[in-house]
């Protein structure tokens, strides 16, 4: 059995559109696609010519920075992007379903909303823990994709490694098991990533993103790291362009040695002030509760978590109500800022007035 006989038939048989700019290679003059011939008034880039519907510079970058062979990636714009991919390619509309762990990142229902797939929640259990067996319980024939956010936005934590192995192991010849990994930089032992499973399971799939600890969340550079089947199969139905010529310039620049450099400083600084910032706000009056994370931000139970949010917004400082998410009806989700934002936040909670 291939990971392919989980997606939709139609798309197997479906012959992918071909691009001019996939044609094009090895010419010199290019009257092929209908751009124009001149650069775009003041340009600094080569804005005129549609850009590599798979840049390999970046590509080569982006397969070494997570470890996996360039037939295993698909960048595209950011890990919203993959996820509706995925959905698209894997669910039949009006039959097929996905299965996620509430509270958990919002877009994986969005994106099965818009496909028309069925949404099987299985919520995480009470210290925001998947539990694998609740997850196989609550799976159904319909079900072609298993969303795993670790660490999951907005509860903080990190999967277990063992948790995803029981799950890849139980869901083969079954459904996709997709790891959303968008802050595994933030991790305090490193990035304890699950992307070498790769090589064992052919329906398993990672998400990464340089939208948060590489700070390009404007720049929409995501990738999808699979088994090269998924791969291509995404690349059919993945819109031609997907990579901006400024983008591509914006995420090989961020990912240079010296990129790389500034990028793990800032990480690091993360760190500290996560947990500086956690134990300030855990001494704080009106603070139930900081749930642990290993991400960029931390979610604060608090004992009026409305009147925090006021007191933070009339102060300028805007964090995200959560109250929304199951088992959160009391919580803030607060990103970690520049030290000084930081103690803004820690100021007004406080009741301190500067
Ligand atoms: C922020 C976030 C994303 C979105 O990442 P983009 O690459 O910017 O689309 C994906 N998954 C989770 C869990 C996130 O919190």
Same mark, same amino acid.
């Given at each position: 059995?291939?990971?392919?006989?989980?997606?939709?038939?139609?798309?197997?048989?479906?012959?992918?559109?071909?691009?001019?700019? !996939? =044609?094009?290679?090895?010419?010199?003059? *290019?009257?092929?696609?209908?751009?124009?011939?001149?650069?775009?008034?003041?340009?600094?880039?080569?804005? &005129?010519?549609?850009?590599?519907?798979?840049?390999?510079?970046?590509?080569?970058?982006?397969?070494?920075?997570?470890?996996?062979?360039?037939?295993?990636?698909?960048?595209?714009?950011?890990?919203? =992007?993959?996820?509706?991919?995925?959905?698209?390619? *894997?669910?039949?509309?009006?039959?097929?379903?996905?299965?996620?762990?509430?509270?958990?990142?919002?877009?994986?229902?969005?994106?099965?909303?818009?496909?028309?797939?069925?949404?099987?929640?299985?919520?995480?259990? =009470?210290?925001?823990?998947?539990?694998?067996?609740?997850?196989?319980?609550?799976?159904?024939? /319909?079900?072609?994709?298993? *969303?795993?956010?670790?660490?999951?936005?907005?509860?903080?934590?990190?999967?277990?490694?063992?948790?995803?192995? @029981?799950?890849?192991?139980?869901?083969?010849?079954?459904?996709?098991?997709?790891?959303?990994?968008?802050?595994?930089? *933030?991790?305090?032992?490193?990035?304890?990533?699950?992307?070498?499973?790769?090589?064992?399971?052919? &329906?398993?799939?990672?998400?990464? !993103?340089?939208?948060?600890?590489?700070?390009?969340?404007?720049?929409?550079?995501?990738?999808?790291?699979?088994?090269?089947?998924?791969? $291509?199969?995404?690349?059919?139905?993945?819109?031609?362009?997907?990579?901006?010529?400024?983008?591509?310039? /914006?995420?090989?620049?961020?990912?240079?040695?010296?990129?790389?450099?500034?990028?793990?400083?800032?990480?690091?600084?993360?760190?500290?002030?996560?947990?500086?910032?956690? /134990?300030?706000?855990?001494?704080?009056?009106?603070?139930?509760?900081?749930?642990?994370?290993? !991400?960029?931000?931390?979610?604060?139970?608090?004992?009026?978590?409305?009147?925090?949010?006021?007191?933070?917004?009339?102060?300028?400082?805007?964090?995200?109500?959560?109250?929304?998410?199951?088992?959160?009806?009391?919580?803030?989700?607060? @990103?970690?800022? @520049?030290? $000084?934002?930081?103690?803004?936040?820690?100021?007004?909670?406080?009741?301190?007035?500067?």
């Amino acid at each position: 059995m291939s990971v392919l006989d989980l997606a939709r038939p139609e798309l197997l048989k479906m012959k992918a559109y071909s691009s001019a700019r !996939t =044609e094009a290679s090895g010419g010199e003059v *290019f009257l092929n696609a209908n751009e124009s011939a001149w650069p775009s008034y003041g340009e600094k880039g080569p804005f &005129h010519r549609y850009p590599d519907p798979q840049p390999a510079a970046l590509l080569d970058q982006l397969a070494a920075l997570y470890g996996v062979t360039r037939d295993r990636i698909l960048v595209g714009r950011g890990s919203d =992007e993959a996820i509706d991919l995925l959905i698209r390619a *894997f669910c039949r509309a009006g039959q097929d379903a996905i299965l996620i762990q509430p509270p958990t990142f919002g877009m994986y229902a969005i994106c099965a909303q818009v496909q028309n797939a069925g949404i099987v929640e299985v919520l995480l259990d =009470e210290q925001f823990q998947v539990d694998a067996n609740a997850v196989l319980t609550g799976m159904t024939d /319909a079900v072609k994709l298993v *969303f795993v956010c670790s660490p999951n936005n907005p509860s903080g934590q990190r999967v277990s490694r063992e948790t995803i192995v @029981t799950l890849a192991e139980a869901l083969a010849g079954r459904a996709v098991l997709v790891v959303d990994e968008a802050y595994a930089e *933030f991790a305090d032992e490193g990035d304890a990533s699950v992307i070498d499973l790769l090589d064992r399971y052919e &329906h398993m799939v990672v998400l990464r !993103t340089l939208s948060k600890a590489w700070a390009l969340a404007g720049a929409r550079v995501g990738s999808v790291l699979a088994a090269p089947a998924v791969i $291509d199969l995404l690349r059919k139905i993945l819109p031609p362009y997907p990579v901006p010529t400024p983008c591509l310039d /914006a995420a090989l620049h961020a990912l240079s040695p010296q990129g790389r450099k500034a990028v793990t400083e800032q990480v690091l600084l993360v760190r500290e002030q996560r947990r500086e910032m956690a /134990a300030a706000l855990r001494s704080t009056p009106g603070v139930r509760e900081v749930l642990p994370s290993v !991400t960029n931000f931390l979610t604060v139970r608090l004992d009026d978590a409305a009147a925090a949010y006021r007191r933070l917004f009339d102060a300028g400082i805007v964090v995200r109500d959560v109250r929304r998410y199951p088992g959160l009806s009391d919580a803030l989700r607060i @990103t970690i800022g @520049t030290p $000084d934002e930081n103690q803004r936040v820690l100021a007004v909670l406080q009741g301190v007035t500067a």
